[in-house]
């Protein structure tokens, strides 16, 4: 294995990001389990992009969570993040994937990430995400950041 895109304080690698279509998606989800779809939410005018301060883990992350049983990448997208923001979003463009090395306990997992531009939306508070911020992805701040979700962020601007 190469060097990591980005290395969380976990210990949690980033090992790739892969563009793909919805079949490539699922022909890769078949060989390594791919439970989480996140969500890149870019202001159009600013290129910045939506992150959350997840209530439990104290640091800004990309909306997103776990599909459910019988629900597929883009509904669990969907899902996601109209309840930790508030916001609903139609059409979610598949950009690709993420490929973790996980440490607790040791797995190899994918992240499914979509991506939609706004302008002049707003994000409320949830159970799971208390405060928001647009920012351009790896750029310097003040606030904890989840190292994984500011390389995928990046990515997914700069690939569009």
């Known amino acids: 294995m190469?060097?990591?895109?980005a290395?969380?304080?976990?210990?949690n690698?980033?090992?790739a990001v892969i563009k793909a279509t919805t079949s490539e998606l699922e022909a890769a989800a078949a060989t390594t389990p791919c439970p989480l779809a996140l969500v890149v939410l870019v202001d159009?005018?600013?290129?910045?992009?939506?992150?959350g301060l997840n209530t439990w883990r104290r640091e800004y992350e990309l909306p997103g969570g776990i599909v459910e049983p019988g629900e597929g990448f883009?509904?669990?997208?969907?899902r996601e993040l109209e309840e930790e923001t508030g916001i609903h979003i139609e059409t979610l463009e598949l950009v690709g994937y993420a490929q973790f090395a996980l440490t607790d306990p040791v797995r190899d997992e994918l992240g499914a990430i979509y991506r939609a531009e706004v302008a002049g939306v707003?994000?409320?508070a949830s159970d799971e995400m208390q405060q928001f911020l647009w920012r351009s992805p790896l750029s310097e701040t003040e606030h904890?950041?989840?190292a994984l979700d500011d390389a995928i962020a990046e990515w997914a601007v700069r690939s569009h």
């Open 74 to 78: 883009v509904e669990t997208a969907r």
């Open 122 to 124: 707003q994000a409320s």
């Open 44 to 51: 159009g005018v600013t290129a910045q992009v939506l992150f």
């Open 13 to 15: 690698h980033l090992v």
């Open 2 to 5: 190469g060097s990591p895109i």
């Open 144 to 146: 904890v950041i989840s």
């Open 7 to 11: 290395v969380d304080h976990r210990g």
